[in-house]
């Protein structure tokens, strides 16, 4: 059984002049567990893909569901439940909370959710342990590096034992040895908890490591060869 499927998914814009068409007819699934990559060049729809299917923006056409239930009939709150509940977002530029430390961003979604401040900080503190980050707790993100940041945001994203990360370039501002090591802590964590991986990037190294690969142009969303048979990467 699929756990997040989309069936020709469409989402068009007018821009005043003309209709502009961002996704077209995209069909897409992922199974419990699995790490999945999307590749595509700046302005063919990723990032827009991915907010839908984390149901931050809606489709102009199309359905998207999560273990069978469409996210789209659901009402704003339980939209925000199931983003709560069962997803983690991981972005390029972290989206960390800048007076706040470390710890505490890494509880906000436990806070969020209702969860008592001392139970969310414990929470947060054995996530932030878990990805080599027990020293920086008290830190402010402009006093951590950007791997630091990036390890914060991922922490963030997985304090809730999400279903499903969604992640928006999470290598994109990083150096490819911070870079490898943020894959390896994902294919750790994928090992320890199970959790699935979307992970839209023009990383095709980090592409390469992943279960499945796809390549959305255009809008138009392709399954790519598979990794084994990639080139240059």
Not at 83 to 90: A, K, P, S
Not at 164 to 173: F, H, Q, R, S, Y
Not at 205 to 221: R, Y
């Amino acid at each position: 059984m699929n756990l997040l499927s989309c069936t020709n998914l469409s989402k068009s814009y007018n821009d005043g002049t003309s209709q502009v068409d961002v996704l077209k007819q995209v069909n897409f699934s992922l199974q419990s567990g699995e790490q999945v990559a999307i590749l595509g060049n700046s302005g063919s729809g990723k990032s827009t893909l991915l907010h839908i299917l984390g149901a931050l923006d809606s489709p102009t056409e199309g359905q998207v569901t999560f273990q069978q239930q469409d996210i789209f009939a659901f009402s704003a709150k339980q939209q925000a439940q199931f983003r709560n509940q069962h997803l983690g977002f991981v972005y390029q530029m972290h989206h960390l909370l800048p007076e706040f430390s470390a710890i505490e961003n890494v509880a906000m979604p436990l806070l969020i959710g209702k969860q008592s401040s001392s139970k969310a900080k414990k929470s947060a503190q054995n996530m932030l342990d878990r990805v080599g980050l027990s020293h920086r707790l008290e830190h402010k993100p402009s006093q951590l590096s950007g791997g630091e940041r990036q390890r914060v945001a991922i922490a963030r994203a997985l304090v809730t034992n999400p279903s499903i990360v969604l992640a928006d370039e999470p290598t994109g501002n990083l150096d490819d040895k911070t870079g490898q090591s943020i894959y390896e802590l994902i294919r750790e964590l994928k090992q320890d908890f199970q959790t699935s991986f979307v992970i839209v990037t023009h990383d095709q190294k980090l592409a390469s490591k992943l279960d499945k690969i796809w390549q959305l142009q255009s809008g138009v969303l392709t399954q790519s060869a598979p990794k084994d048979m990639m080139v240059n990467v």
